[in-house]
């Protein structure tokens, strides 16, 4: 079935460093992807949505420059978290939905920690 | 405004005790409804879906839930319940056709005791 592919798993870095993530659909083509970020024992938030070939869509209350998104190709987007401090870190998780009127596939979530 | 809200954030039972998770939205439109799992340590997982047809839907692992229209619901029931059904459980609905976004309710935790 569909799998998609999310990569790092887990990333310790310092504060101020930049991070990137990288959510691949490995079995079919997806022009959009969604990024979530899911803090302990809650749901999870949508941040964007990445479209193929043009600007992601972000929601309120999110800092593009912060979070920045690339959909490069039909099969890969990144988010790179820009000048990461402690308050960043989380579970970031992306999803691409399937074809026709399945349900979107889950990646495996990266957990960020900023020292 | 779009918005998911499950009743029950914390629930413990013991294993074969029965199971109900309620969960109600708000949507304008026509919707698709999800109940997610994640095991701990997991990523998420489909559980069950509802698009249309008959409004009880039947998912894995012994799972159900039920579409009530009038009552904007969509619980999650599970007879029977297992010490390997402990997990976070959370309920979403979307817009049908090309509408995508997801609409998440806070989630519900799970924990049953053997």
């Known amino acids: 079935g569909a799998v998609v592919s999310q990569h790092p798993s887990r990333v310790i870095c310092k504060s101020g460093t930049s991070v990137k993530i990288e959510c691949r659909s490995l079995?079919?083509?997806?022009?959009?992807m969604f990024w979530y970020r899911q803090f302990p024992k809650q749901s999870l938030m949508l941040m964007a949505t990445?479209?193929?070939?043009?600007?992601?869509?972000?929601e309120q209350g999110v800092e593009k420059d912060k979070f920045l998104i690339n959909h490069a190709s039909l099969t890969l987007s990144t988010l790179t978290v820009t000048s990461a401090h402690p308050e960043d870190s989380s579970f970031y998780i992306c999803?691409?939905?399937?074809?026709?009127?399945?349900?979107?596939?889950f990646g495996d979530g990266t957990r960020l920690s900023i020292l | 405004a779009q918005s998911v809200s499950q009743h029950n954030h914390h629930v413990i039972l013991s294993e074969a005790a029965s199971l109900e998770l309620g969960c109600n939205y708000s949507?304008?439109?026509?919707?698709?409804l999800f109940w997610y799992v994640q095991y701990p340590g997991q990523h998420l997982q489909l559980l069950l879906k509802?698009?249309?047809?008959d409004p009880l839907v039947k998912g894995i692992k012994g799972f159900e839930a039920e579409f009530i229209k009038s009552k904007f619901s969509f619980n999650l029931r599970k007879p029977s319940v297992q010490w390997s059904d402990t997990a976070e459980y959370f309920c979403?609905?979307?817009?049908?056709?090309?509408?995508?976004?997801?609409?998440w309710g806070l989630g519900t935790s799970l924990a049953v005791n053997p």
């Open positions: 999803s691409a939905p399937g074809s026709g009127d399945q349900p979107q596939h």
């Open positions: 079995d079919f083509q997806a022009t959009t």
């Open positions: 990445s479209n193929e070939g043009s600007k992601a869509t972000y």
């Open positions: 949507y304008g439109g026509t919707v698709n």
């Open positions: 509802y698009f249309s047809g």
């Open positions: 979403a609905v979307s817009g049908a056709g090309n509408n995508r976004k997801l609409i």
